[in-house]
């Protein structure tokens, strides 16, 4: 079973920066796409960022700009570099890993991510 354990959410104040980050249990290879996806509550979860095998990548509307995903594959490891924060994306963020191998599709657990305004 594979495991994604996202970190680095926190409070942070308005048009302040986080990065968080996505450790896989496995070989990033294993996957045609890695993405960030979100959801504040009371609203449906939401795509951020994902990016492909081949460094492909793609935002929300609302976070170009702001937002940087990128993939270490030596370590395994997706990245979300968020600046200029805003209170609209306090929210948890989630890591999902798609797979060509069903078996390989997951999601994590997710992380908290709180924007004072």
């Known amino acids: 079973q594979v495991q994604l354990v996202e970190s680095g959410g926190g409070l942070v104040q308005s048009g302040g920066s986080l990065k968080l980050s996505c450790a896989a249990s496995?070989?990033?290879?294993?996957?045609?796409?890695m993405g960030w996806y979100r959801q504040a509550p009371g609203k449906e979860r939401e795509m951020v960022a994902r990016?492909?095998?081949?460094?492909?990548?793609n935002y929300a509307d609302s976070v170009k700009g702001r937002c940087t995903i990128s993939r270490d594959n030596a370590n395994n490891t997706i990245y979300l570099q968020m600046n200029s924060l805003k209170s609209e994306d306090t929210a948890v963020y989630y890591c999902?890993?798609?797979?060509?191998?069903?078996?390989?599709?997951?999601w994590g657990r997710g992380t908290q991510v709180t924007v004072s305004s």
């Open positions: 496995i070989s990033l290879f294993n996957f045609y796409a």
């Open positions: 999902k890993a798609d797979s060509a191998q069903s078996r390989y599709n997951a």
């Open positions: 990016i492909s095998g081949g460094g492909r990548t």
